[in-house]
C-alpha cells in the first residue's frame, strides 16, 4: 500500500496496511544528519514517509514590499516586511528577526492599509504555480498523500498585527475581527479555487493556525466559534466541496476548542502537543468517532535517543491508537538536530511493527 | 458615600472597560474616595480577581490584555492624586525576556499584573544580555528582577543573569523570580533562582511576599 492510498484510507476510517507515518523536522536537522542522509535533500523521500506538503500561497498584504530599512546602527538592521511590521534583524547573526512595532494594530489602518491591498486583486502572483505542480508531480511518482498547505485566519492576522494586538482586539472591536477572517478567508478560498483548477486538485488541504500555547488557549472557546470558526468554516467548506479532507494543525493546548474544529470540519487534528498539556489517549476516548490523529508522540522522549525511552512512549500509544483506524504517527511538534538518525530510524521501524494490522 | 463605586471599579476592570473605569474614577474623587482607596479597593482587587479567573482558564489573554488597558487608564488617572497622598509603590521590579529570547506575550502580562498589584515595573524589553540587568540594578534598586524565558534554548540565559548579578556583587541585594513555558520549579532550584510562578497572577503574589518577607 503507498503511503499516498494509506493516508487516503485512513482519513476515511478505511482498513489499512498499518498506522500512517509522517514526521516534520527543525531546520538544521537536515544538516546535522548530511552524512548519514548521504545526499537524499529530500526527507520525506528518505524515510519514506506518507505524506508531501507544498506551500504555495503568499498572502503578505504588500507583494511588492520586499523589506525596505528604515533604521540601521552597527549591529542590527531595522525594516518593514510586506506586512508593515517593523522588524529588527542582527546583521551578523542568524536568527528570526524581533518584531519591533505592527502598522496595523486596529481597524483604522486594517481600513486605510491592508484590506485594499489584500482585495487588489493580483492573486495569481500570490500563487506559486510552478512549486506545487512539482512537488504534485514527485508526490504522484513516489506515492505519497500529496497536499496543499497554508496558514488559516488566525494566523494570517497575527502576521499582520502581532498577538497582542489580535487578542485585545478580539476583545474590544469583534467586528474588526470578523471583517479580517471575512477577507483572509475568502482570499484562502479564491487562491486555491484558482490554483486547483489550474494545476489540479491536491489529496488534501492541511491548514496551520496556532491556537494554543502552554496549558491554555490564546482565547475561549466562545471566541473561537464567534470570530475564527467562521474562517475556518469557510476553507474547510470548500476543501469538502471538492472531496478534499482536512487536517489542522495547532500548537499548544487546544483541547477547548476541539469542539469547535469539529463543527468547523476538521477531519484530521495534527500535532496534540504532550508538553503543552494535551493528552492522546484521552482526546481518542472523548472525540475518536469523529476525529482522525496525527501527532502526540512526546518529542522529549526521541531526543533522548534512549531506545527503551522510545519503546515506552510508543507501547502506551500505538495500541490504544491503532485500534481506532485513525491515527498517524507522528512527534508532537518536530525534530531536532540533536536526534541520532539511526535512534530515528530505530523509533520509525518500531512505530511501524507495532502500528501493523 | 457608597461602597458600590468600589465594586463598580473592580468590575469594570474585570470587563475591561477603560471609559468606565474613567467615569468611576471621576465619581469617585468627587465623592471623596482617597485614591489609594480606589487603586486598592477598586481596580487592584478586580485585577487580582481576573487573575485568578485567567490561572483557572475561565478567561483568556484576550480579557486580560483589555483588563490590563483599563487598569492602566485608571492608575494614570490617580497617579498626581496618589503621589500627593504619599502613596507608594509597594516596591520595584526590574523585568525582561533573556537574551536570544524574543518572546514577550507572557512577560508583558506578568509586568501588567505587577503593575496591578502596586508595583513600579521597569520593563528592558525581549533579548536583553545579562549586563543590562546589572546596569538596571545598580540604576533603579529593584527588590526583584524577573526573568522570562520561553525557548530551552535561551534558558541557560537566566543562568547567565544571576551568574553576572553574583560578579556584580549585586546578587544579595536583589530576589530573582525566573518564569516561562519550559521553566519548572526544579530548574529554579538548580540555578539558585528565589521563585518561580507557573502564571502571571502567581508572579504577582509571590512577587509581594518577596518584598514582605
Ligand atoms: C506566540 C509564540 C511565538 C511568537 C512570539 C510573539 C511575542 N511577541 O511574544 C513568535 C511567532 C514571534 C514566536 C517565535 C519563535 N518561537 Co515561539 N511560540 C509562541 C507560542 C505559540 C506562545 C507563547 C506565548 O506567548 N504564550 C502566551 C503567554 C501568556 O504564555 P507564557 O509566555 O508561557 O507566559 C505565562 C507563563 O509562562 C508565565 N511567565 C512568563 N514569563 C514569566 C516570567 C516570570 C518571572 C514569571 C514568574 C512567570 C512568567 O506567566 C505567563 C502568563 O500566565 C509558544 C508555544 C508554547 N507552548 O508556549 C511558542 C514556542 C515558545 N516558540 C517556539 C519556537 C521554536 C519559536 C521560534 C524559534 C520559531 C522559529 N523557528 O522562528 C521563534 C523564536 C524567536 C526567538 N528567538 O525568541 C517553541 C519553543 C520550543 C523550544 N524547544 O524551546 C514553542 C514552545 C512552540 C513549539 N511548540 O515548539 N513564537
Redesign the interface.
Known amino acids: 500500500m503507498t503511503g499516498k492510498e494509506r493516508i487516503a484510507r485512513i482519513l476515511r476510517r478505511e482498513p489499512v496496511d498499518r498506522i500512517g507515518i509522517h514526521e516534520h523536522f527543525w531546520g538544521d536537522t537536515a544538516k546535522g544528519w548530511k552524512d548519514y542522509l548521504n545526499g537524499e535533500g529530500n526527507l520525506e523521500r528518505f524515510w519514506d514517509l506518507d505524506v508531501c506538503e507544498c506551500w504555495p500561497l503568499n498572502l503578505v498584504a504588500d507583494l511588492d514590499a520586499g523589506s525596505v530599512i528604515v533604521a540601521e546602527d552597527e549591529n542590527t538592521a531595522t525594516y518593514y516586511d510586506g506586512n508593515r511590521a517593523t522588524l529588527r534583524k542582527h546583521k551578523f547573526k542568524d536568527g528570526t528577526p524581533e518584531h519591533v512595532d505592527f502598522f496595523v494594530k486596529d481597524r483604522e489602518n486594517w481600513e486605510a492599509w491592508a484590506k485594499p491591498l489584500l482585495l487588489a486583486g493580483a492573486l495569481d502572483r500570490r500563487i506559486n504555480y510552478a512549486a506545487y505542480e512539482q512537488s504534485r508531480q514527485i508526490a504522484n511518482e513516489d506515492g505519497r498523500y500529496f497536499v496543499l498547505s497554508g496558514v488559516n485566519v488566525f494566523e494570517l492576522m497575527t502576521y499582520l498585527c502581532g498577538h497582542e494586538n489580535l487578542l485585545a482586539g478580539m476583545a474590544l472591536d469583534p467586528e474588526w475581527v470578523a471583517d479580517m477572517v471575512d477577507v483572509y478567508s475568502r482570499m484562502i478560498v479564491e487562491a486555491q479555487t484558482r490554483l486547483i483548477e489550474k494545476s489540479g486538485l491536491p489529496d488534501g488541504i492541511w491548514f496551520y493556525d496556532d491556537l494554543g500555547y502552554k496549558e491554555h488557549p490564546f482565547l475561549s472557546p466562545g471566541m473561537y466559534d464567534e470570530l475564527v470558526l467562521p474562517g475556518h468554516k469557510r476553507t474547510m467548506d470548500f476543501a469538502h466541496a471538492l472531496g478534499l479532507p482536512v487536517i489542522l494543525h495547532s500548537c499548544g493546548f487546544v483541547e477547548p476548542l476541539v469542539p469547535g474544529f469539529i463543527e468547523a470540519g476538521v477531519d484530521c487534528l495534527q500535532v496534540i502537543e504532550i508538553k503543552a498539556g494535551m493528552d492522546l489517549l484521552k482526546l481518542q476516548r472523548l472525540y475518536g468517532d469523529k476525529l482522525c490523529f496525527m501527532g502526540g508522540i512526546d518529542a522529549r522522549v526521541i531526543c533522548s535517543n534512549d531506545k527503551a525511552l522510545i519503546d515506552a512512549e510508543l507501547e502506551a500509544k500505538i495500541p490504544v491508537m491503532k485500534q481506532g483506524g485513525n491515527f498517524i504517527i507522528h512527534s508532537d511538534h518536530s525534530v531536532p538536530p540533536t536526534v541520532k538518525p539511526e535512534i530515528f530510524r530505530y523509533y520509525l521501524e518500531r512505530a511501524a511493527a507495532l502500528g501493523k494490522y | 458615600m457608597s461602597t458600590e463605586i468600589l465594586a463598580n471599579l473592580s468590575l469594570a476592570v474585570q470587563k475591561?472597560r477603560a471609559k468606565d473605569v474613567e467615569a468611576l474614577i471621576a465619581q469617585g474623587l468627587a465623592e471623596d474616595f482617597t485614591a489609594q482607596q480606589l487603586l486598592e479597593d477598586g481596580l487592584l482587587t478586580g485585577m487580582n480577581l481576573l487573575g485568578v479567573r485567567f490561572k483557572n482558564?475561565e478567561?483568556?489573554?484576550?480579557?486580560v490584555?483589555?483588563a490590563a488597558?483599563a487598569l492602566n487608564k485608571g492608575t494614570l488617572l490617580l497617579k498626581t492624586q496618589l503621589v500627593e497622598e504619599g502613596v507608594k509603590p509597594i516596591g520595584t521590579v526590574v523585568i525582561g525576556t533573556v537574551q536570544?529570547d524574543?518572546h514577550d506575550?507572557g512577560k508583558?502580562l506578568v509586568r501588567m499584573m505587577l503593575e496591578g498589584s502596586g508595583f513600579q515595573v521597569i520593563d528592558l524589553g525581549?533579548?536583553v544580555a545579562p549586563e543590562t540587568f546589572v546596569e538596571a540594578v545598580r540604576e533603579h534598586k529593584p527588590q526583584i528582577v524577573a526573568l522570562s524565558a520561553l525557548l530551552t534554548t535561551t534558558m541557560g540565559s537566566q543562568r547567565g543573569v544571576i551568574e553576572a548579578l553574583e560578579g556584580a556583587g549585586l546578587r544579595g541585594t536583589v530576589k530573582v523570580m525566573i518564569g516561562g513555558?519550559p521553566i519548572t520549579e526544579a530548574y529554579a532550584n538548580e540555578i539558585g533562582a528565589d521563585a518561580y510562578t507557573?502564571d502571571a497572577a502567581s508572579a504577582a503574589q509571590m512577587a509581594k511576599s518577596l518584598v514582605a518577607a
Do not use: K, M, S, T
Open positions: 475591561g482558564n478567561v483568556f489573554v484576550p480579557e490584555l483589555i488597558r536570544g524574543l506575550i508583558n525581549v533579548d513555558a507557573a
